[in-house]
């Protein structure tokens, strides 16, 4: 027995040292900042002595790619696999959504042990089971969808003082959204004295426009763009502004970078804490006046579009000096890497990623010879339910990098060391290169096309969240993302594309504006005061009717006494279903969709 009970101690002491002894982990991604966004970098205007210093101690990955635009980067972070493997494709219209068999980073990470926290832009999924409560994070501080004041996000929120979902509920909070984010990050990582180590990711939503910031942080921008009056000269007073309240976005970041790492030494937690800070896209200003030497800008396949900092700083890591690592990486490299440093089980089967510890840890001299295909779901076309990544995913939508060469949209082949502004087209003089990476190309798509058009489904009625909230986001293949389109009343209408997790009978109230606008259907919304002026008042439509098809159900009804919803109900079988409404005028004409819908379980 009491062999048996020294046995047990001895068990447990050893678990505990190998607990305090793993490294925690705080993964910072900013929105839309690109590689140029640095003063390290070269950028005459703006000032980051934060990041530059964070740099400086880091290994810094300086051939860094990413996807164009966000939700696919973010989507390849948590999973290491291809956006077109993982689902989520695209910023909206239904295609965010992170195929839900997946583990996820914050999975793994919280299997072996480690408390998981989100603070900021989740965007790959506002609805069970895509929510970041579902996908492993035990703490979780978020917006949904891509930007605050996306159509779901709670409705007028400006940045400033704005109501976000914490664990499950909407709860107001006092400051600039980033400073919250960092914050609130900061107080949670302190909150639990000698616990399990923790998992802490910050996905801020800055720089992404709206371009709202503090005052204070403008006028060193304004100051230092007058002594660079010929970077800037081109732009109009309009586009100007916006670049000073883009950069000052930039520098509140980095004060944000400086605060925390103050806290973690305060805290003695700086030196056994891997710090990772990179972008999700390239710059979407960068062109407008400074690019680090590189053509292209958000949403394109030039290196402007997708190449990005990656800085990875563990000063208890024995990863040898502070310096730059040249090989091709990519964000889907980060969790295989991230996983081998924590030593966490890693349990996602044919990673698209690879582990960059050996080459991190100078076991190697450089990485595997490899081709990388950098592609992501377009917008679909203005009035047209088809979405452009199913015509052109392959053959002028994709870039492949190897090595020094960028093969682009099938056509255009860059050679990076003589060219690296992407100016002169080589395909003629190198066809055995182009061969060689359009055969990858080929393959790639060829592992994915059986399954990449198939839609990921919410699920309506199960416990984990009923009612639920369905708003446009989510119609397929359909673009209506932004509060400022509901405010215009977009002429647009798609599906839903649900399951429907048991049987019973369900409720449909379908709105034009959302729950606490304090709207009614056929009202217009009052002008909004923000911080660079004001939103322009909702436009009234003539709505006097909604009609409804689900399952066998096709109903028409008018508005509730109170002229703010119509509701519906039916009874639904278990299993997968598309819902399609419309808002229509007296005389039984469309209008549009309905831009939320609130769904609930009524009785099984």
Same mark, same amino acid.
């Given at each position: 027995?009491?062999?048996?009970?020294?046995?047990?101690?001895?068990?447990? =002491?050893?678990?505990?040292?190998?607990?305090? =002894?793993?490294?925690?982990?705080?993964?910072?991604?900013?929105?839309?900042?690109?590689?140029?966004?640095?003063?390290?970098?070269?950028?005459?205007?703006?000032?980051?002595?934060?990041?530059?210093?964070?740099?400086?101690?880091?290994?810094?990955?300086?051939?860094?790619?990413? *996807?164009?635009?966000?939700?696919?980067?973010?989507?390849?972070?948590?999973?290491?696999?291809?956006?077109?493997?993982?689902?989520?494709?695209?910023?909206?219209?239904?295609?965010?959504?992170?195929?839900?068999?997946?583990?996820?980073?914050?999975? @793994?990470?919280?299997?072996?042990?480690?408390?998981?926290?989100?603070?900021?832009?989740?965007?790959?999924?506002?609805?069970?089971?895509?929510?970041?409560?579902?996908?492993?994070?035990?703490?979780?501080?978020?917006?949904?969808?891509?930007?605050?004041?996306?159509?779901?996000?709670?409705?007028?929120?400006?940045?400033?003082?704005?109501?976000?979902?914490?664990?499950?509920?909407?709860?107001?909070?006092?400051?600039?959204?980033?400073?919250?984010?960092?914050?609130?990050?900061?107080?949670?990582?302190?909150?639990?004295?000698?616990?399990?180590?923790?998992?802490?990711? @910050?996905?801020?939503?800055?720089?992404?426009?709206?371009?709202?910031?503090?005052?204070?942080?403008?006028?060193?921008?304004?100051?230092?763009?007058?002594?660079?009056?010929?970077?800037?000269?081109?732009?109009?007073?309009?586009?100007?502004?916006?670049?000073?309240?883009?950069?000052?976005?930039?520098?509140?970041?980095?004060?944000?970078?400086?605060?925390?790492?103050?806290?973690?030494?305060?805290?003695? @937690?700086?030196?056994?804490?891997?710090?990772?800070?990179?972008?999700?896209?390239?710059?979407?200003?960068?062109?407008?006046?400074?690019?680090?030497?590189?053509?292209?800008?958000?949403?394109?396949?030039?290196?402007?579009?997708?190449?990005?900092?990656?800085?990875?700083?563990?000063?208890?890591?024995?990863?040898?000096?502070?310096?730059?690592?040249?090989?091709?990486?990519?964000? &889907?490299?980060?969790?295989?890497?991230?996983?081998?440093?924590?030593?966490?089980?890693?349990?996602?089967?044919?990673?698209?990623?690879?582990?960059?510890?050996?080459?991190?840890?100078?076991?190697?001299?450089?990485?595997?010879?490899?081709?990388?295909?950098?592609?992501?779901?377009?917008?679909?076309?203005?009035?047209?339910?088809?979405?452009?990544?199913? +015509?052109?995913?392959?053959?002028?939508?994709?870039?492949?990098?190897?090595?020094?060469?960028?093969?682009?949209?099938?056509?255009?082949?860059?050679?990076?060391?003589?060219?690296?502004?992407?100016?002169?087209?080589?395909?003629?003089?190198?066809?055995?290169?182009?061969?060689?990476?359009?055969?990858?190309?080929?393959?790639?798509?060829?592992?994915?096309?059986?399954?990449?058009?198939?839609?990921?489904?919410?699920?309506?009625?199960?416990?984990?969240?009923?009612?639920?909230?369905?708003? *446009?986001?989510?119609?397929?293949?359909?673009?209506?993302?932004?509060?400022?389109?509901?405010?215009?009343?977009?002429?647009?209408?798609?599906?839903?594309? @649900?399951?429907?997790?048991?049987?019973?009978?369900?409720?449909?109230?379908?709105?034009?504006?959302?729950?606490?606008?304090?709207?009614?259907?056929?009202?217009?919304?009052?002008?909004?005061?923000?911080?660079?002026?004001?939103?322009?008042?909702?436009?009234?439509?003539?709505?006097?009717?909604?009609?409804?098809?689900?399952? +066998?159900?096709?109903?028409?009804?008018?508005?509730?006494?109170?002229?703010?919803?119509?509701?519906? +109900?039916?009874?639904?079988?278990?299993?997968?279903?598309?819902?399609?409404?419309?808002?229509?005028?007296? &005389?039984?004409?469309?209008?549009?969709?309905?831009?939320?819908?609130?769904?609930?379980?009524? +009785?099984?």
């Amino acid at each position: 027995m009491r062999l048996s009970f020294v046995i047990c101690v001895l068990l447990l =002491s050893i678990n505990s040292i190998n607990a305090a =002894s793993r490294p925690n982990v705080i993964l910072i991604m900013s929105d839309d900042q690109g590689y140029g966004e640095l003063s390290c970098h070269g950028n005459p205007i703006l000032k980051t002595p934060h990041l530059d210093q964070l740099a400086t101690e880091s290994i810094r990955l300086t051939d860094f790619h990413v *996807a164009p635009m966000c939700t696919p980067t973010r989507g390849q972070l948590m999973t290491g696999l291809d956006a077109f493997r993982n689902g989520a494709m695209n910023v909206s219209s239904g295609r965010t959504l992170l195929r839900p068999e997946l583990k996820t980073m914050a999975d @793994l990470f919280q299997s072996a042990g480690y408390r998981t926290g989100i603070f900021g832009k989740w965007h790959l999924g506002d609805n069970y089971p895509f929510r970041p409560e579902d996908r492993g994070f035990q703490e979780t501080l978020w917006f949904p969808s891509s930007h605050i004041g996306a159509v779901p996000d709670f409705w007028n929120n400006d940045y400033f003082e704005d109501t976000y979902t914490h664990n499950g509920r909407r709860e107001k909070y006092q400051g600039y959204c980033t400073d919250v984010f960092f914050r609130e990050m900061t107080r949670w990582i302190n909150s639990q004295e000698n616990a399990d180590p923790f998992f802490a990711y @910050l996905p801020l939503n800055a720089p992404h426009g709206p371009h709202y910031v503090p005052d204070p942080f403008r006028k060193p921008i304004e100051a230092a763009m007058k002594q660079n009056e010929s970077l800037v000269a081109h732009l109009s007073p309009a586009k100007r502004k916006s670049l000073v309240s883009y950069l000052a976005m930039c520098a509140n970041i980095d004060q944000n970078i400086g605060e925390l790492d103050r806290a973690l030494r305060k805290s003695r @937690l700086l030196d056994n804490t891997i710090l990772i800070f990179l972008t999700d896209n390239g710059s979407t200003m960068g062109p407008d006046y400074f690019n680090a030497g590189m053509r292209g800008k958000k949403v394109t396949l030039w290196e402007g579009g997708h190449r990005v900092p990656c800085f990875i700083r563990w000063p208890a890591g024995k990863l040898g000096p502070p310096r730059e690592l040249n090989d091709l990486t990519h964000v &889907q490299d980060l969790l295989p890497t991230l996983t081998e440093l924590c030593g966490v089980p890693q349990s996602i089967p044919d990673l698209d990623g690879i582990s960059l510890v050996p080459r991190i840890k100078g076991k190697v001299q450089s990485l595997p010879d490899r081709m990388l295909v950098v592609d992501y779901s377009r917008m679909p076309f203005p009035g047209n339910k088809k979405s452009m990544y199913l +015509s052109q995913p392959r053959k002028e939508g994709a870039a492949v990098l190897w090595k020094r060469w960028r093969w682009l949209e099938n056509r255009e082949l860059y050679d990076l060391t003589t060219d690296p502004l992407q100016q002169k087209n080589v395909a003629a003089e190198y066809p055995e290169v182009v061969g060689k990476m359009q055969a990858h190309l080929d393959q790639w798509w060829n592992e994915l096309e059986p399954t990449v058009a198939v839609p990921q489904r919410v699920i309506i009625g199960h416990p984990a969240e009923n009612p639920t909230m369905l708003t *446009a986001c989510e119609w397929l293949d359909v673009f209506v993302d932004q509060q400022g389109q509901v405010r215009r009343g977009v002429r647009r209408n798609g599906t839903w594309h @649900l399951i429907v997790d048991r049987p019973g009978s369900y409720q449909f109230e379908l709105r034009r504006w959302p729950r606490g606008s304090g709207l009614r259907l056929a009202e217009g919304a009052p002008a909004l005061k923000v911080t660079d002026g004001q939103l322009a008042e909702g436009v009234a439509l003539p709505v006097a009717k909604a009609k409804i098809e689900i399952g +066998s159900l096709t109903a028409t009804a008018e508005p509730e006494s109170g002229g703010d919803s119509i509701t519906f +109900s039916a009874a639904l079988e278990k299993g997968p279903v598309e819902l399609t409404t419309w808002l229509l005028d007296e &005389q039984g004409k469309e209008i549009c969709g309905a831009y939320y819908v609130y769904v609930k379980r009524q +009785s099984e």
